[in-house]
């Protein structure tokens, strides 16, 4: 799957690391409503095209799931900041 390192020369390597890092870098300083979004850019920067078989949760199920997933914000980031703001997408 990986093969196309294996072909690449150190500036390419170097080229392909940097932009990975940026990726991962602008997941990683999402904040505020972006915490919970699909993220096909991040996905998009592997070298394989493949269409996500992404399965959504009924809405109580989801629900619930976002509720898990603010509170461990309050465990795992006890002293963000609050983005108190509506989602106007």
Known sequence: MDDDLLTMDRAALIAEAQRLR????????????????????????????TEPAVAVPPWPKFMRGCIHYRQSLERQAAGAPIHDKEYDG
């Open 22 to 49: 940026a990726g991962i870098r602008k997941h990683r300083d999402s904040t505020g409503h972006d915490l919970c979004w699909h993220h096909p850019d991040l996905w998009a920067l592997l070298p394989e095209r």
